[in-house]
């Protein structure tokens, strides 16, 4: 019978995983594109154009990139995994939002 190496655990000594913190700031940039074009398209009375559309759009990417990376800080061992959970959240629920205008749009 072969004997598995244990690792010791521990839940306060953990650092945060670096792609979590990426996915987390990742996720405030995209709500904070995603709020700029909202509030460019009312200040132009609906008019933004080009400038709301880009900002959606580079929120859109900010998302997915923050999503991908999220998901791959949970391969971190001996990490603590809370800003992996939360910018995988947060962008997921980013991408849930537009996804819902789209289809309510449609």
């Known amino acids: 019978m072969v004997r598995r190496k244990r690792r010791p655990h521990s839940l306060f000594n953990k650092k945060n995983s670096k792609q979590g913190r990426i996915s987390f700031v990742l996720a405030l940039l995209s709500l904070v594109c995603f709020v700029a074009a909202v509030a460019y398209s009312f200040v132009k009375s609906g008019k ?11 929120s859109l990417v900010l998302s997915l990139g923050g999503f991908i990376v999220g998901l791959t800080g949970f391969s971190d061992r001996d990490k603590d995994l809370f800003y992996s959970w939360l910018g995988s959240i947060l962008n997921a629920v980013i991408w849930l939002m537009y996804a819902g205008m789209y289809l309510a749009y449609l």
């Open 48 to 58: 933004g154009g080009g400038v709301t559309g880009w900002l959606g759009a580079l």
